[in-house]
């Protein structure tokens, strides 16, 4: 698509996709993680990361194939209609736009909690709603200010914050006791059940990979670069996720790390004591702040993807002299904090892994559909062993929506997860006539 007007074109690099992609995945999930899986599953709860790590890469890997054959902005969305057609993928586009807008006003409560155990005066009220505000508006700007400035804060964001996390795996790893890693499950023996339960739990950890493609009318040579980005960010997250597992349970013991809320927290202060305490608090703020920086960049260009293909009003893909997509930013900014205002934290976390399914599942039969229309690439990524790898997403993926389903007693996060998808339809019909028909 030909842009009218001329903007600065100051473009993501292969470190800088990277660095973006580690950021939007580790946050809040990760400091509470090993204790979720010790208690579900005990020792065992490593191997039930393996599992999560290895529906992950599979569908990491499918989205980096789809990548190969687009270069601009949208992700699902391109994926979706491309390969169904632009009543799927309007729909796949506006559950992703709303998703993420879901996921960062959680993220912003999320910090303002997090503030809270550090600066009680910001735990409720009136406070409570100015942190939230400053917090995504501050973001919003930030991002208007251009591309330049979004990354450079990226960049440093998600180094600081995984600097406690690395000295978390590199000291504790000496202090691990042997003895800590029996019995393998919680007294001794399995409960039945149990796994699926973890996963679906623990899966909340690793969601965030697939806002990486969302923003590739951005990156330098995408077709090239965003596959090999997206399969080595999955790849360093899954053996960071499992080495943080294995720390924690050989410092703590399965049956302490269960009964602690602050997994990473006890652990480092266990052989480094105030000092290691202190640190993993400034650490979870650090990386909830981080994805906050990695959403606030990401969502908005669910919003562009949408009204660059008229199937939203063509406002939303105006760009300023610094590249950036202003009124799409304006936009999820207004309704990011309408939302965080409400405070519901919890109930948004829960649907929010779900409703992502919206997109997995689309995208992976996409790759099936791809692979047919067009082939292998002569150049850059190819999918390896054909069609196995998504089709092990697709059967993992449905044993784990299928668990989801059985521990949802009233199906109530269903409902309200794949409910996007209902809502959305109207929008369709009502943003037709956005849609200039070529001549």
């Not at 003895?179 to 409960?191: E, I």
């Amino acid at each position: 698509m030909e842009k009218v007007t001329q903007v600065t074109k100051e473009k993501l690099g292969f470190a800088s996709i990277v660095l973006l992609g580690i950021n939007g995945i580790i946050g809040s999930g990760i400091f509470l993680l090993p204790n979720v899986a010790a208690a579900a599953m005990g020792t065992a709860g490593i191997f039930v990361l393996l599992l999560d790590a290895l529906l992950v890469i599979c569908l990491a890997l499918c989205f980096a194939q789809a990548a190969t054959h687009f270069d601009q902005d949208g992700g699902p969305y391109l994926y979706a209609k491309a390969a169904f057609g632009d009543f799927v993928g309007f729909e796949v586009g506006f559950v992703t736009w709303a998703i993420r807008i879901i996921a960062e006003a959680t993220m912003a409560v999320a910090f303002q909690t997090l503030l809270a155990g550090v600066w009680p005066a910001v735990k409720s009220g009136f406070p409570a709603m100015l942190t939230t505000t400053v917090l995504i508006v501050g973001l919003a700007f930030m991002n208007i200010a251009g591309v330049r400035v979004s990354k450079y804060v990226n960049n440093v964001v998600t180094v600081a914050k995984l600097v406690p996390l690395v000295l978390l795996v590199a000291v504790g790893i000496f202090f691990i006791k042997g003895d800590n890693f029996t019995p393998l499950f919680p007294d001794g023996h399995y409960t039945p059940g149990s796994l699926g339960t973890a996963a679906v739990t623990m899966f909340y950890a690793f969601s965030g990979f697939e806002g990486l493609v969302v923003a590739a009318g951005d990156m330098r040579q995408a077709k090239r670069n965003l596959p090999k980005a997206v399969a080595l960010v999955m790849v360093l997250v899954a053996a960071f996720y499992i080495l943080i597992q294995v720390v924690c349970t050989g410092i703590l013991g399965s049956d302490a790390l269960a009964k602690t809320s602050t997994p990473i927290q006890s652990a480092f202060a266990h052989f480094a004591g105030g000092f290691g305490n202190a640190l993993v608090q400034a650490g979870s703020l650090v990386s909830v702040g981080g994805i906050l920086v990695a959403s606030s960049y990401v969502t908005p260009r669910s919003g562009v993807a949408l009204a660059e293909n008229k199937m939203m009003p063509a406002a939303l893909a105006k760009r300023n002299r610094h590249n950036a997509p202003w009124v799409s930013i304006l936009v999820s900014m207004v309704l990011g904090l309408l939302i965080s205002w409400s405070g519901t934290f919890t109930y948004l976390a829960q649907i929010s892994v779900i409703s992502r399914f919206v997109q997995y599942i689309p995208t992976v039969i996409a790759v099936l559909i791809f692979a047919k229309k067009y082939g292998k690439n002569s150049k850059g990524f190819n999918l390896p062993l054909g069609p196995v790898i998504p089709v092990a997403a697709l059967i993992i993926s449905g044993w784990l929506l299928w668990n989801a389903w059985l521990a949802d007693t009233n199906h109530l996060q269903f409902i309200t997860g794949f409910g996007a998808l209902l809502v959305a339809v109207p929008f369709y019909f009502l943003t037709k006539h956005y849609s200039v028909k070529e001549d």
